[in-house]
Nanobody
């Protein structure tokens, strides 16, 4: 089970940190990712991190503003979001994959319920 939290309404330029706690699985065996879905749009890749945390990947739209990290001792993956923009408004989903992380939604095995981030201008 993946439980995401940390979303909420913020002003443009603010920061938020999303968390996703994984239970019921050996967290360190999984690559982790964050995707987001804006109203009326398809879900899109945001960031991913390998099981050991050695490699991270970002969508161009969030690179240099967002940082993905993980704490295997706490079974938690984080998404630090800085300099938020109105176009970052979306439901953010954490996801887990048993193989190498990718940018493809269809490659991921498990999904959380999502947390809503709303950025106003």
């Amino acid at each position: 089970q993946l439980q995401a939290s940390g979303g909420g309404p913020v002003q443009a330029g603010a920061s938020l940190r999303l968390s996703c706690v994984v239970s019921g699985r050996t967290f360190s065996n999984y690559g982790m990712g964050w995707f987001r879905q804006a109203p009326g749009k398809e879900r899109q890749f945001v960031a991913a991190i390998t099981w050991g945390g050695d490699n991270t990947y970002y969508a161009d739209s969030v690179k240099d503003r967002f940082t993905i990290s993980r704490d295997n001792a706490k079974n938690t993956v984080y998404l630090q979001m800085n300099s938020l923009k109105p176009e970052d408004t979306a439901v953010y989903y954490c996801t887990a994959v048993r193989r190498w992380v990718t940018r493809a939604e269809s490659d991921y095995d498990y999904w959380g319920q999502g947390t809503l981030v709303t950025v106003s201008s």
